[in-house]
């Protein structure tokens, strides 16, 4: 049987169960999946920003900060299956070269700093942490195995 695949594009949150390979494509942004293989179901979002200026009621996955909570909740998780989620967090490559005094942060350092803090503080194991350096990032999850892979994008000459 060939497995349903999707693209989640930035900015997107997708949660699918068994059957279904979700995939997507990194630059600065930030690609976090939650793997719940005991019920055969995983995450993926696409997050652009680390952090919102204020609670934005939408449920799409522009923010690092709320996307995590976002997830944990449309899979359904409570605390008590924290244990039971791994974390595969991708990308957050350096895409530009910006002086760092035009801005508050690097963006997809700062992405890979606020997923990891949002994880490790609900005790969620991270099993794969892959910075994009400076370059893209392919990000692939299965939700019937709950494997994952990664891959780089080299930067064109």
Not at 138 to 155: F, N, Q, T, W
Request: proline share 3%; charged share 25%; hydrophobic share 40%.
């Amino acid at each position: 049987m060939e497995k349903v695949e999707h693209h989640v594009r930035i900015g997107q949150l997708l949660i699918v169960e068994d059957g279904t390979v979700l995939k997507t494509v990194l630059g600065s942004c930030v690609g976090i999946a939650l793997l719940w293989k005991k019920r055969g179901k995983c995450a993926l979002a696409h997050c652009l920003l680390p952090l919102a200026d204020s609670f934005k009621a939408d449920a799409d996955a522009r923010y690092v900060d709320q996307t995590i909570p976002r997830m944990i909740e449309r899979l359904g998780a409570t605390s008590a299956d924290f244990p039971d989620l791994e974390a595969v967090v991708a990308g957050g490559g350096k895409m530009i070269s910006v002086e760092k005094a035009y801005s508050k942060y690097v963006v997809g350092d700062e992405n890979l700093r606020v997923a990891r803090q949002m994880l490790e503080s609900r005790g969620i194991r991270i099993v794969a942490f892959v910075p994009g350096g400076e370059q893209g990032t392919k990000l692939r999850v299965d939700a019937s195995s709950g494997e994952y892979h990664i891959e780089s994008i080299p930067r064109a000459a």
